[in-house]
């Protein structure tokens, strides 16, 4: 009996709530992090922890980590489940230092959860709060104030450098770029996060206005009035008992996130802190100094041996100098070292290709220190497109996030080479699937998906971003599929920026014989509406399992769509269908699927559905029209225009060595506008004017 009493006792004290965490007027002070020990006072764990000097250090900068540091025990910020969230105010001192001049990210937040270790958690642009499963979820019960230094086009970041409220999700409820008011002064003043210099931040909520104020200054004074102001009652946001601390995380852009100081106070106004009291960062320069003292101190000999080698180093370093152009400073991604990618793909073993991408070779290589798997496309030296495209490529892709687009993680210049470094996609490109003697038959399920996929990713590029992106080379070979079989569109080499409206120039007609609208032959002009034609080919392509011109079929099955046209015209859709499904697919998706396919490849660009309309098509959002308009004629020109070319078409037997990646199997290409005449090639040909020495 007793020893059952002493039992309840024991158990009954280990859930009780300690007495500090039942204090209505609770308050943390640290005033840096000097003999703070893990688990006893605050819980760290990714890559955060606690420096020599009582800095709180969230992430180095390796890519891809996230840290944490909560303080150990729950507060309790109400007092009972349907009670009112208390009052409570928060100051901290945190330190963000790039990677690289300008180029850091991702940020780090002030965050409010039910748990300390946040499972499940993702870096980058998660913040090392959510994952892309929870993200927006109700049920998270997480508040953050987050000071995000990437602008994340997936959850509507207003810049680079800004501070928001988020609630549940990263897309902020209310945001603004960082700045503050200095005393007396009503004109915004910038801040910049990623200045490697102390900010001090204070959070306040007040359950009685019902308000959430965020105020930012670079010194020890708290501004009178705050940059941000949110008006919430946070009651069913936060539970009885929560824990409090902070979160950073580093994506392909890294930062090392600091925190050297905080104090919160529950219903009550926490203290400010004074920055000079604070742990510093240690000086950068101090380490190259020692090492110049133990050069000195070798003997003479060693030191003339260190000073050759040293002198070899110099000239060799001077030779392959990576020279930083002010375009480069300006763009997204992380910039690679040379020897890192180097060292990731073996040094560009041949072994290691894994295909030929649009102007160069694709490398599959693993990232010396995170592990990462990730393609290389590496720019030849004969590449006729050279840096016009480059720039073009980094510029665009790298600033576009979604889950149907291959993201561009980084990039690398050195002499003659230029490196593009991308997500590594496990299965290939989707024509590996389709064409002649598939690696493997494709379900119908697999099918449907993979043109629901394609079509998000390019309504995306069209119409998600403040500028509309045109793809200009969507194909079978551009669209890659990751290692659950999604597709996601690849190869951005050819796209270009057109401000929203604006009328597109006459450019150099690029693409690949079978996509291309006629209309482009003609004007020279890429529109969304010649992606959706060129899309249209592709939807074809996945239903019939062939390329949209096969010069091995019969005659009157040479042209894919005016095949696919006369058997809907005949009755017979279903006849299209790649014969290696057998009966294994879904009659009424292939119908949406084909139906679609004919009214994208419209001759005609106005008749042709914009992207919304097939996404709402292909999602069953909306019901496709009962009649299908013939393909048909083009200002009065057969589409049969491009048979003249079909000769030089070369079959794909050409290019099918290693190639996993995109493989031009014709690229036509030629300067548009007045009928200057077309030319079919290989994408190798060409010279090297474009190309820098
Ligand atoms: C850390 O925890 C230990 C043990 O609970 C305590 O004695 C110490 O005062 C705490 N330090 C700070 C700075 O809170
Ligand atoms: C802190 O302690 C927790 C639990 O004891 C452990 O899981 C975590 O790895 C530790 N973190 C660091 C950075 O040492
Ligand atoms: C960053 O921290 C991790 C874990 O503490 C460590 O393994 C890594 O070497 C550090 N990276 C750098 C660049 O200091
Ligand atoms: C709940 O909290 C308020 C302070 O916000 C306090 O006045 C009240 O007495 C508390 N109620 C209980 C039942 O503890
Ligand atoms: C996302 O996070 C939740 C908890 O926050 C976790 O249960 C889940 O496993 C995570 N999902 C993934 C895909 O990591
Ligand atoms: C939110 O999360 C809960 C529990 O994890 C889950 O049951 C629910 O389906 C999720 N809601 C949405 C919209 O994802
Ligand atoms: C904040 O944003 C989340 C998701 O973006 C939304 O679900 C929620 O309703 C918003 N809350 C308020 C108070 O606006
Ligand atoms: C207010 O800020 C502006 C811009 O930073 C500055 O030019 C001006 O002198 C400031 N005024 C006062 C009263 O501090
Ligand atoms: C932010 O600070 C960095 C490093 O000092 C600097 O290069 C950059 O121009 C600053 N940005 C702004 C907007 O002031």
Not at 32 to 43: A, I, T
Request: glycine share 10%; charged share 20%; net charge negative.
């Amino acid at each position: 009996m007793g020893f059952q009493r002493f039992i309840l006792c024991w158990v009954f004290l280990l859930f009780l709530p300690n007495p500090a965490k039942t204090q209505l007027d609770q308050e943390l002070n640290f005033n840096g992090f000097n003999g703070v020990s893990n688990s006893s006072n605050m819980s760290l764990n990714g890559v955060a922890s606690i420096e020599p000097n009582g800095m709180l250090k969230l992430t180095n900068d390796t890519l891809r980590v996230l840290g944490h540091a909560f303080y150990s025990a729950p507060v309790r910020f109400k007092n009972s489940t349907d009670g009112k969230a208390f009052s409570f105010s928060t100051s901290f001192v945190f330190t963000i230092v790039p990677e690289y001049p300008k180029l850091g990210g991702h940020g780090l937040a002030f965050i409010i959860s039910p748990s300390k270790s946040l499972p499940g958690s993702l870096p980058s642009q998660y913040l090392g709060i959510l994952n892309a499963t929870v993200v927006g979820n109700f049920s998270n019960h997480i508040f953050a104030v987050e000071f995000d230094t990437v602008q994340d086009f997936e959850f509507g970041d207003i810049n680079d450098n800004h501070v928001g409220i988020d609630i549940n999700s990263l897309a902020s409820n209310k945001s603004t770029p960082a700045g503050f008011f200095s005393n007396g002064n009503s004109t915004k003043e910038n801040l910049n996060l990623t200045s490697g210099l102390p900010i001090q931040a204070w959070v306040d909520y007040d359950s009685v206005k019902n308000q959430v104020t965020v105020m930012l200054s670079p010194d020890s004074i708290k501004p009178r009035s705050p940059i941000l102001t949110f008006d919430v009652d946070l009651s069913p946001i936060l539970e009885d008992f929560m824990y409090v601390g902070f979160s950073a995380s580093t994506g392909m852009l890294a930062s090392s996130h600091y925190v050297s100081g905080w104090s919160f106070k529950m219903n009550g106004e926490a203290k400010s802190l004074d920055l000079e009291a604070l742990p510093k960062l240690p000086d950068p320069k101090k380490k190259h100094s020692s090492a110049l003292i133990v050069g000195i101190s070798l003997s003479v000999l060693v030191f003339f041996i260190l000073a050759a080698g040293l002198g070899f180093y110099i000239v060799h370093r001077i030779k392959n100098a990576e020279v930083i152009e002010p375009w480069e400073l300006d763009i997204g991604p992380h910039r690679f070292r040379y020897n890192e990618l180097k060292q990731a793909t073996r040094g560009f073993r041949d072994k290691e290709v894994i295909g030929f991408g649009g102007f160069g070779k694709v490398y599959k290589g693993t990232l010396p220190n995170s592990e990462t798997q990730v393609a290389v496309k590496r720019i030849s030296n004969e590449s006729r497109q050279g840096l016009q495209e480059f720039v073009s490529e980094i510029a665009t892709i790298g600033r576009l996030r979604h889950r149907n687009l291959v993201q561009l993680l980084g990039w690398c210049r050195r002499r003659g080479d230029l490196l593009l470094v991308y997500d590594f996609m496990p299965n290939g490109s989707l024509d590996k699937y389709l064409f002649e003697k598939p690696k493997a038959i494709l379900s119908w399920e697999q099918r449907f998906k993979i043109a629901q996929n394609v079509a998000s990713g390019l309504l995306y590029l069209h119409e998600g971003w403040e500028q509309t992106v045109i793809h200009r080379d969507i194909k079978a070979g551009n669209v890659l599929l990751d290692s659950e079989m999604n597709g996601r569109l690849g190869d951005f080499g050819l796209a270009k920026l057109y401000e929203h409206g604006a009328n597109p120039t006459t450019t150099r007609v690029v693409g690949t014989l079978g996509y291309l609208a006629p209309e482009l032959t003609r004007t020279g002009k890429p529109t969304p509406s010649s992606d959706v034609f060129a899309l249209g080919a592709l939807l074809l392509e996945l239903v019939c399992g062939r390329r949209p011109i096969e010069p091995k079929a019969l005659p009157e099955e040479l042209m894919l769509v005016d095949w696919v046209w006369e058997k809907w015209k005949a009755g017979a859709i279903l006849e299209v269908v790649d014969p290696r499904l057998g009966a294994e697919f879904d009659d009424l998706e292939a119908v949406v699927v084909l139906k679609l396919g004919l009214m994208c490849s419209n001759n005609t660009p106005k008749a042709r559905p914009t992207m919304r309309q097939v996404v709402r098509y292909l999602e069953g959002e909306a019901a496709l029209p009962d009649a299908v308009a013939s393909p048909g004629a083009y200002d009065g020109k057969k589409r049969g225009e491009f048979e003249d070319y079909v000769h030089s078409y070369p079959t794909s037997s050409g290019c099918e060595k290693a190639s996993d990646w995109s493989c031009d199997d014709a690229d036509v290409d030629f300067e548009g506008g007045s009928g200057s005449p077309p030319s079919v090639s290989g994408s190798r040909r060409g010279g090297s004017d474009r190309y820098p020495s």
